[in-house]
């Protein structure tokens, strides 16, 4: 029961939405309900040759007066009841949302984005489903179910009973169906989501393709999943193609009955014509409440499923978190030091990273150097905490890291990641990012910092100019230069550079780099590269290999050792 709690508090604060959504269906319902009965009274009259215009009009207009009354608490029930699901559904998506991000980078290296997404948009849906619809088709099936057959029995109990077993038939064929339907449709939309992707990709290479003449190798394979896709809806069609026809094959059986039955207990003037042509009239009211109670048991079933795995998901903590006694930190002095760190990826077995120590006083530049793969990125990762040492302790100003605060860690720290990632929005937001109250001069004195202050005049609309998705419409540099910008603005006292320069050109680069020394004194920085010219400037070096420092020193010290450092340069510098 406990993933049911998840929902209680949209519940609780949307109560009386709730209540009153539900009393318009049941109201909805009840004047259904009546409108047989005005149609008995009616023909009880004319076949009795009692009604005049008089009363046949007014019962024109209580028939009118009823269909209003049913739009309009209609309108009202559909507007609470289906926009209360809705609410439901945000409330749930932004709170998954919000802790997803709280997960650690090893969560998001275990579980694929894409199927973590699908999942929960999925099982959202189902429980919008089942919290929307599922109430009114529960409701419905209660009231106008349950009133229809009470009415119908008031009117003849044999006669009812005798149609109720066609009619309940109804709720196992709509369960059947409702589930093939709902599976089959869950799969039309994967594959429709699997073609929109082809068609996306094969466009976003067209350059490669159309370099190699391979369109109709791309059109081939487009069409495979495109015929599945046919398939698919074909089998959807089938399903409810046989299903529309079940439905009217029970329920004019059961009027089969009726009209046998009933006609020959009207003719003995057991039930009067009004009685039999309401019985009808009811019977006809009777369909969709019971293929409601089918579809509720699905629409149940897939919802409490779908909790479940929500719940679980809420329930997955992140590795990387406030300790108990973690300690605030302001802002901080920047002495870094690394004490026999050892780490290692959770879907590996090796050492990412073994007997790392360091010292780096504030202030002070270290360079790191190392091919492909020694863990350059793995080793500054580990400093704002985007994984966790799995042995020994990095301390910030003496103090362990994971006893800090997370969140005062980080904001401690710029980081300029190896990847540059920019978000769909302007350059201006892509820097400032998030950052309140920034003056205009910052920002300028960032960007041109970062060199991309020129590239600002060449853009149509400068620092207005929009990205495009991970920022399409930049080059390689340039979105290298913004994610420096950005790291420059945020004007934490540590700053890490991870190949911060290999997309731009020497020129710019070295203006960069000046810009980056020019900082050396008032910040910590932490700047890893293969390339020998963006590190060599550094108070010390340290160079590694398969995750260990095989050397360190200055630029001087190490050439003198004529190690790898110095193999590595002779090489570079030509
Ligand atoms: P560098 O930055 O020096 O090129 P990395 O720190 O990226 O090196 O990688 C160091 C080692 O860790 C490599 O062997 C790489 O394959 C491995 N590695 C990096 N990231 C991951 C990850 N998310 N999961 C598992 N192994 C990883
Ligand atoms: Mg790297």
Redesign the pocket.
């Known amino acids: 029961m406990s993933s049911v709690k998840l929902i209680a508090p949209y519940l609780k604060g949307n109560l009386f939405v709730a209540i009153f959504g539900m009393l318009c269906l049941i109201i909805v319902d009840f004047l259904q309900l009546i409108i047989p009965r005005i149609i008995k009274w009616a023909i009880d009259d004319i076949s009795t040759f009692q009604a005049g215009t008089k009363e046949l009009l007014i019962y024109a207009l209580y028939i009118t007066g009823c269909a209003v009354l049913i739009g309009l608490f209609r309108y009202i029930w559909r507007l609470s009841l289906i926009g209360l699901s809705r609410k439901i559904e945000e409330g749930l998506r932004n709170r998954l949302f919000f802790h997803i991000q709280t997960l650690s980078s090893s969560y998001f ?1 275990k579980t694929k984005t894409g199927n973590l997404m699908a999942h929960a948009t999925n099982d959202i849906m189902n429980i919008r489903m089942a919290t929307g619809m599922g109430i009114v088709a529960l409701t419905d099936a209660v009231t106008l179910g349950g009133a229809s057959i009470i009415f119908m029995g008031y009117i003849n109990i044999r006669l009812t009973l005798m149609v109720i077993f066609p009619m309940t038939a109804l709720i196992f064929f709509s369960r059947f169906f409702t589930k093939k339907m709902h599976a089959l449709y869950m799969d039309i939309q994967k594959t429709f989501s699997d073609m929109t992707e082809s068609a996306r990709e094969k466009f976003s290479g067209i350059r490669i393709i159309k370099a190699y003449t391979r369109e109709k190798e791309a059109a081939l394979q487009f069409d495979l999943i495109s015929k599945n896709y046919v398939k698919k809806n074909i089998s959807l069609v089938k399903i409810i193609g046989s299903f529309f026809p079940m439905l009217v094959l029970l329920s004019n059986l059961s009027l089969a009955i009726v009209l046998y039955v009933g006609g020959k207990k009207t003719m003995q003037m057991d039930i009067t014509p009004g009685d039999f042509v309401a019985f009808i009239s009811y019977l006809a009211l009777l369909s969709w409440p019971m293929m409601a109670a089918g579809w509720l048991i699905n629409l149940i079933q897939r919802g409490r499923a779908s909790l479940d795995r929500i719940d679980d998901l809420l329930r997955v903590t992140p590795e990387i978190k406030d300790s108990p006694q973690a300690v605030s930190l302001n802002r901080a002095m920047g002495d870094i030091c690394f004490k026999n760190v050892l780490f290692s ?1 959770s ?2 077995r090796e050492f ?1 990273m073994s007997d790392i120590n360091i010292k780096i006083k504030h202030g002070k530049i270290l360079g790191v150097v ?1 091919p ?8 500054l990762n580990l400093i704002p905490r985007i994984y966790d040492a799995g042995g020994g302790e990095i301390l910030l100003d003496g103090i362990d890291i994971k006893r800090i605060k997370v969140k005062d860690l980080r904001k401690n720290i710029s980081f300029v990641p ?1 990847e540059p990632f920019l978000f769909a929005g302007t350059i201006r937001e892509n820097i400032i990012f998030g950052q309140k109250n920034i003056d205009e001069s910052a920002l300028v004195k960032a960007a041109k910092e970062a060199s991309l202050y020129d590239d600002m005049a060449a853009l149509k609309n400068g620092f207005e100019t929009i990205v495009g998705e991970k920022g399409v419409i930049l080059s390689g540099g340039q979105k290298q230069r913004v994610a420096l910008a950005r790291a420059f603005l945020h004007d934490a006292p540590v700053l890490i550079l ?1 190949d911060p320069v290999s997309q731009v050109d020497l020129k710019t680069a070295n203006i960069i780099i000046e810009n980056i020394m020019k900082k050396s004194g008032e910040k910590t920085i932490i700047i ?1 590269s293969h390339r020998i010219y963006a590190v060599n400037f550094a108070d010390e070096i340290i160079s ?1 290999e398969d ?1 260990r420092i095989i050397e360190s020193g200055t630029h001087l010290s190490l050439i003198e050792k004529n190690n790898y450092y110095t193999t590595v340069f002779r090489l570079q510098e030509i």
């Open positions: 290296d990826y879907n590996t990412a190392g492909p793969g020694s863990g350059k990125t793995t080793l190896q991870d890893a590694m995750g």
